[in-house]
């Protein structure tokens, strides 16, 4: 697990207040395959708080493109509400929370 850009949590938090009132922390894991899924987001307990967790390599390969990366943020903060789901209101929550309408689908 590493550290992202401090942007990126910020801009994390200042959305989640939407849906959480838990902080999110954004991380990347080099572990982690692109082919599985660039990012998920996961709820830990103790201490109670969300983690995005990005993949190592498409992090890497996209950490200047911060549109893209605040993309899939939002798209992430949405699962909170809608773990489960891409449907209409995942996408409709998706959207409030900054996702433009490409990251408002499934990822
Ligand atoms: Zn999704």
């Keep these: 697990m590493a550290p992202v850009y401090p942007k990126y949590s910020q801009y994390a938090n200042r959305k989640a207040k ?4 838990l ?15 660039k990012a ?7 201490p109670r708080e969300y983690k995005i967790v ?7 390969a996209n950490k200047n ?6 993309d899939i ?4 903060l949405a699962h909170i509400k809608y773990p489960n789901s891409h449907g209409y209101a995942f996408r409709r929550l998706a ?7 490409r990251y408002q689908l499934p990822r």
């Design 18 to 21: 939407m849906v959480t009132a």
């Design 23 to 37: 902080p999110v922390k954004v991380i990347e894991n080099p572990a982690m395959h692109t082919s599985t899924c």
């Design 40 to 46: 998920k987001i996961l709820k830990y307990r103790k």
């Design 54 to 60: 990005f993949a190592g390599g498409f992090y890497g």
């Design 65 to 70: 493109k911060t549109e893209k990366i605040e």
């Design 73 to 76: 943020i939002s798209h992430e």
């Design 95 to 101: 959207g409030e929370l900054g996702a433009s309408k």
